[in-house]
């Protein structure tokens, strides 16, 4: 039994919900010490600098995002294309010949795939925010697009990274999982279809889940959120809210021209500076011992993606330190 799982609160005593989005249930899941930094610590540690594989996700949603909002007649490949360009994210890349390659590359992705699309067939809500909660768990996120199918409702999302998709990542993710339960619960429409729309390769890869499987995540999400709600509690307890100076964390190691988040889990980056490594730099909040043991961290292959690996030793012996277009399939 972990630390956290010790710490459950008495039964039948009243706790708030926890609010959360399915990305904060993984970050705990994959790592306590980046969940702490990512959610905890403020003000919050700084971040290596952007990744270009991140800049191409994030131009790329954009523009498939931009592409809804035009009028019926503008929903075409060259349409497609123009928003691409004029919302390119340069960040991470090694030098302008790269991110022009790059850009591209992007051009051709997204208006090959809206060139599989009817432009007539209007999803139900593109990057729509959805949220449900339970007597646990208030759960919220952004779907990339919710299509009308029948008389269901159909989570869809892009990706763009490298690797093939298989039906196994449509099928235990948790956060298409929570999509469909929370767009189903907002629109009182059945949802149960999830979609992973792989760009680079035009590959759709579906799973139809069950109100069992569906109710399963939702359990799964409640036990995650229990114990990330604990360590929260303790992490309030302890440190409180940290001034704005705090120092470095024991156990914090010296800084490096680190770096983030994975290809394998890309962020969103949104081309404000907020994702930039040119922001002051600020190190982890000064911890109790308690509170680094609870927010233990994970290290593996992760860390060579991790925003914050700059501040951890662990995560620095874990693996090779990466570029910020290491990401890029090149
Ligand atoms: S470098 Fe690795 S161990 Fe350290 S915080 Fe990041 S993911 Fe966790």
Known sequence: ???????????????????????????????????????????????????????????????????????????????????????????GFRDDEQSGRWLGRARDLVSGYVATLDPADDPVGVERTVATRTKVIALSGRIDRLDRRGDELVVVDYKTGRRPLTQDDARSSLALAAYAIAASTMMRTPCRTVELHHLPTGEIV????????????????????????????RYRELVGAPPADRGRASGAAPRSSGSASGPSRPGRASGSPGVSGDRPSAGPAVVPAEIDELFAPNPGPICSWCDFRRHCAEGQAAGPERRPWDGLAE
């Open 206 to 233: 579906e799973w139809r889940h069950t109100d069992e499987s569906l109710g399963r995540h939702l359990r799964r999400a409640e036990e995650i959120a229990t114990e990330a709600a604990t360590g929260d509690e």
């Open 1 to 91: 039994m972990s630390a956290v799982q010790g710490q459950l609160p008495l039964e039948g005593m009243p706790r708030r919900l926890y609010s959360c989005t399915p990305s904060r249930l993984n970050a705990w899941l994959d790592c306590r010490r980046r969940y702490r930094f990512t959610y905890l610590d403020r003000p919050q540690p700084s971040k290596g600098p952007a990744w270009a594989h991140n800049s191409v996700g994030a131009s790329v949603h954009n523009a498939l995002a931009g592409w809804w909002r035009e009028p019926y007649e503008r929903r075409t490949p060259l349409t497609a294309s123009i928003l691409v360009t004029n919302g390119w994210i340069t960040e």
